[in-house]
């Protein structure tokens, strides 16, 4: 559903995404331990509409705190299983993508592009996420697939709702197909809140500070202090550090800037006033134990864009050197929400 302009067109939707978002957030994936995909990956199409605006607002407004409005698309498809996209991760190009869904399914496949705007997906692969006896780890009761981070060819997938943290040692040989194997994680970690746990994962390049570790930031445990638990697995410094919660905000996923800077996507909703999203910049050089993180606000959004329960986020230079930033939304599988995907320039890098 679209919404064009005006406050008070606004607020029957605002209602009812609202009202979406919550029973998705309490409600168990259907069928219990049911994946969506159980024999194996299958080709799936994937439809696309083009947005041509973001601002329903201001349809002819492209800059947005520090970020330029590139292009976005609408996805459908008519497998029934293919929704609830969580995380999201490209290859360097911004072409190549690998994404999970929160009912324990792999997408993979890779953009179209018509000069710099996307125009569709191709090749689109849907398959179970396999569990360390290549069995669907859905069956186990192990869904809400949140976060999605790769090592090299190693790929970690965040369990929110178990609090595992599973590794796909072989993901760059066997893709789909390869198991995930549940690795060590801090004693605070697997006791994070029932959904609020693990929503952001980040694997730190070795050749970056704090190389080799995996950061995990969940989406609202909160310290004593009322910030949100985030943790520091492996590496040279493992351990504990917090990021500072304002204004409601909790956390969807992360993203790793080529100068090293982390931009933090993260959402709040309301009866009120619906659906809010921004991204903040917080430098990796301050991430450490026992810190408390935090960093300026460099993008919001509203009900009076086009945007939906945003999820995840990746970032990729684009062939012209461009820093491109990738958003996907999580439509809880409710006919009240959209898959979007929306591409932004950095303008202030």
């Known amino acids: ?29 259907p069928g219990g331990a049911q994946t969506a995909v159980s024999s194996g990956p299958v080709a ?46 490209l290859d360097p190009r911004g072409e190549s993508f690998t994404a999970i869904s929160d009912k324990g399914d792999w997408f993979t496949g890779r953009f179209v592009y018509r000069g710099k705007q996307l125009a569709g997906l191709a090749n689109v692969v849907a398959a179970p996420i396999l569990g360390p006896d290549g069995v669907p780890i859905a069956r186990r009761g192990w869904y809400d697939t949140e976060s999605l981070a790769f090592d090299g060819a190693a790929a970690y ?10 590794k796909f040692e072989t993901f760059g040989r066997d893709g789909v197909r390869a198991r995930g194997e549940p690795i ?12 609020k746990g693990v929503e952001a994962l980040l694997a730190v390049p070795h050749t970056m500070p704090l190389g080799g570790t995996l950061l995990a930031i969940s989406e609202r445990g909160l ?68 810190q408390v993180v935090d960093g300026p606000t460099i993008f919001e959004a509203d009900l009076g864009n086009e945007v939906d329960n945003m999820e995840g986020i990746d970032v ?21 929400q959209r898959t979007l995907l929306l591409q932004f320039k950095l303008v202030d890098p």
């Open 157 to 166: 997938i965040g369990i929110e709702r178990v609090n595992h943290i599973l």
């Open 1 to 29: 559903m679209s919404v064009r302009s005006g406050r008070g067109r606004l607020l029957p939707w605002v209602a009812a995404a609202a009202l979406a978002l919550v029973a998705a957030s309490l409600t168990p994936s």
């Open 223 to 290: 310290d004593s202090a009322g910030n949100i638990l985030a943790f520091l697995i492996g590496g040279p410094s493992p351990g504990q550090f917090s990021v500072r919660r304002t204004e409601d905000y909790d956390v969807s996923d992360v993203a790793l800037l080529p100068s090293g800077t982390l931009l933090l996507l993260e959402r709040k909703f309301s009866f009120i006033s619906g659906v809010g999203i921004r991204i903040r910049r917080i430098p990796l050089s301050a991430v450490a134990p026992g």
């Open 44 to 89: 799936i199409e994937v439809n696309s509409r083009p947005i041509s605006y973001f601002s329903h607002r201001e349809p002819s407004r492209v800059r947005f705190g520090s970020l330029e409005f590139v292009s976005g698309l609408v996805l459908t498809s008519s497998f029934r299983g293919f929704g609830g996209l969580s995380a999201l991760r």
């Open 184 to 195: 060590s994680a801090p004693p605070l970690l697997r006791r994070l809140p029932h959904n």
């Open 316 to 336: 990729h230079q684009s062939a012209d050197g461009d820093t491109i930033l990738t958003m996907v939304s999580d439509d809880n599988f409710s006919l009240l």
